[in-house]
């Protein structure tokens, strides 16, 4: 990659990105480019600079103004920051990002603007809207389990803990991971199977999350809703046979069947420990992974 020497006067920092607080997009902008906003916004807050778009108008002229003026930008790096900004705001709204962050955007030594590093994030669940961008996702690039999560269709996110977790919906991997922090224990990640998972989802999950050499317990924690507990047993049994787990497995089911799948794992002749709480549960897999 051959890339042009540019004559740079300046660094300025510019990004557009998903503001929960507000559910807009802000621009954040600072005079402080080639470094770490985070550690700008915490050492010199005023040095950053907020505009929040309206979702109907998008940027519009008096927010590109009072930035190249809070920039002290002029002459033609003022016309170009103004007709770059709102340029930026149609690549954002139209490629669903999460984060669209360029540092250093730089000024010339001829008055000009420019961006010289950029790079975007786009929202996951929007992917299927594009899908000439999901074709350029490198796997190599990310954590080899994020990897597979991705390949079978669940959720996974890495932790430091040593305790996995396999859960069916996320608001309950959430209480669940809350559990084991609240026992004395750490996850070693979140992972979530989706509500109708089937026994195949529960052995790719088991796959990945023994990925992890720290992982020392299993924690399962479903609710038989969409999917029955004893079709989950009868999957986790199967799963726990083909992948040879070799840590304790603790089972929480809950739900439709939930009485026969606990039955069915007690009579497996498997090392699986049903739970008939979640509480119990949260305190077995802690005591486990000592």
């Keep these: 990659l051959v890339e042009e020497t540019l004559p740079i006067a300046r660094e300025l920092y510019l990004s557009l990105l998903v503001d929960r607080e507000t559910e807009r997009v802000a621009i954040v902008a600072s005079a402080a480019g080639g470094m770490d906003i985070e550690e700008v916004a915490h050492a010199t807050p005023e ?7 309206d979702p109907l108008l998008g940027v519009q002229d008096f927010q590109c103004r009072a930035l190249a003026f809070a920039l002290e930008l002029t002459g033609e790096a003022y016309k170009d920051f103004c007709r770059l ?8 709204m139209a490629n669903d990002l999460s984060l669209l962050e360029i540092n250093p955007l730089i000024v010339t030594s001829d008055n000009r603007v420019l961006p010289l590093d950029c790079k975007i994030s786009i929202e996951d669940n929007a992917l299927y809207r594009h899908k000439a961008l999901a074709a350029l996702r490198d796997d190599s690039q990310i954590d080899a389990k994020e990897a597979a999560a991705n390949a079978a269709n669940v959720n996974y996110v890495a932790l430091a803990g040593n305790i996995g977790c396999m859960v069916n919906g996320a608001g309950l991997a959430m209480a669940t991971m809350d559990l084991i922090q609240l ?19 529960v052995a790719q999950g088991f796959k990945i999350i023994l990925l992890d050499p720290n992982v020392r317990a299993v924690l399962i924690n479903i609710f038989g809703g969409i999917v029955r507990c004893d079709v989950i047993a009868e999957g986790i049994i ?29 009579e497996s002749g498997l090392a699986i420990l049903a739970a008939e709480s979640l509480t119990q549960a949260a305190k077995l897999a802690v005591e486990k992974a000592q």
């Excluded at 089972?251 to 069915?264: D, I, Q, S």
Aim: charged letters at 20%; a negative charge.
């Design 183 to 201: 026992e004395g224990g750490t996850p070693a990640n979140f992972l979530d199977v989706g509500g109708g998972a089937t026994p195949e989802t």
């Design 85 to 92: 900004l709102p340029a930026l705001y149609r690549v954002f």
């Design 238 to 266: 199967q799963a726990v046979k083909e992948v040879g787990v070799k840590v304790p497995v603790i089972v929480r089911l809950e739900g439709t069947n939930a009485e026969l799948g606990r039955t069915l794992l007690a």
């Design 47 to 53: 040095k950053v600079l907020t505009e929040i778009c």
